[in-house]
């Protein structure tokens, strides 16, 4: 997975899957299961759609929004990405808000330093013993 294909999935994308986590839609309680993408209508309201559902719906959409093929996994990453930034490195947050078991797992795949930050660079000159 290339960084570019991540950076090109849509803020509307991220918070359209946010609002379904939080904003009522998707059903919480007694689903009796963990999965995240669930029939919200008809007979089999609840329960989860099956992986191949998934992959083509967020395919259909990637390409409606003109972004190329979208798999759920690079739009999993975009959101965490996304949290971990909003709440300014809060790794417990982007943990809980992504569903990842741990917050070493978030700080080892999302934890990146901007070496163009000049915090960054005040920092590394302050260890060597340089002016800022």
Request: aromatic share 8%; charged share 20%; net charge neutral.
């Amino acid at each position: 997975m290339t960084g570019g294909l991540i950076k090109r999935v849509s803020p509307a994308m991220v918070h359209t899957y946010f609002e379904y986590l939080t904003g009522g839609e998707y059903p919480r309680g007694d689903a009796g299961h963990g999965m995240l993408l669930v029939q919200l209508h008809g007979p089999g309201t609840g329960q989860p759609w099956a992986p191949v559902g998934a992959r083509r719906m967020l395919g259909r959409a990637g390409k409606r929004a003109g972004l190329g093929l979208v798999k759920p996994h690079a739009f999993r990453h975009n959101f965490t990405s996304a949290v971990l930034d909003a709440s300014d490195g809060n790794l417990l947050i982007a943990r809980d808000a992504g569903g990842w078991s741990s917050a070493a797992t978030v700080d080892e795949v999302y934890g990146h330093v901007d070496i163009h930050d000049p915090a960054f660079d005040a920092a590394l000159r302050t260890v060597w013993g340089e002016p800022k």
